[in-house]
């Protein structure tokens, strides 16, 4: 199971190695970046390299979470800015250009394990449209659109543990 970037690894470890993975679980993740994704990641990599923590972090929950979520979140921006604050950027830096070259498109139909793909209908980071396209590359895949959320439906969703627990047992 990958969610979001581990989305786009487990994608690279199903093609790779088809023998290891009997079944796999794809959330809120991409095939290959969108202008959705371009236009989210290049924010974060201007805030980054301005070392914004407070904005980057405040920007991520946002662009995750739905309002109810939020009203949650905002009280917190305060203390979430100031925890965990990495001492450079450098691996976010590093982290965000290997989700800009990720790219299965032309390998995802090589995937023939059972696969379910999660993704959120408000999904601000990859857009809704990044599912349905790993549903329709991946022949025999199952997708569920999370209609009330966004890129955090694999945590907001009740039932997105025991879709996933179903589909893999």
Request: proline share 3%.
């Amino acid at each position: 199971m990958g969610v979001s970037q581990g989305g786009m690894i487990a994608q690279h470890l199903a093609i790779d190695y088809p023998d290891m993975v009997e079944k796999l679980v794809l959330a809120v993740s991409i095939l290959k970046p969108n202008d959705v994704f371009y236009n989210t990641i290049s924010r974060w990599v201007e805030l980054a390299k301005t070392t914004d923590y407070k904005n980057l972090i405040i920007d991520t929950c946002e662009s995750t979470y739905t309002t109810k979520r939020l009203k949650l979140y905002r009280l917190i921006y305060p203390i979430l800015s100031k925890v965990g604050k990495p001492k450079d950027f450098d691996r976010f830096l590093i982290q965000t250009k290997s989700c800009v070259t990720h790219n299965t498109y032309n390998e995802l139909q090589e995937i023939k394990c059972p696969t379910l793909i999660a993704g959120g209908e408000n999904d601000k980071i990859v857009g809704k449209e990044a599912s349905e396209e790993m549903a329709k590359k991946i022949s025999g895949s199952k997708l569920i659109i999370y209609k009330e959320f966004g890129h955090g439906a694999y945590e907001e969703s009740k039932s997105f543990n025991q879709q996933v627990i179903g589909f893999l047992k």
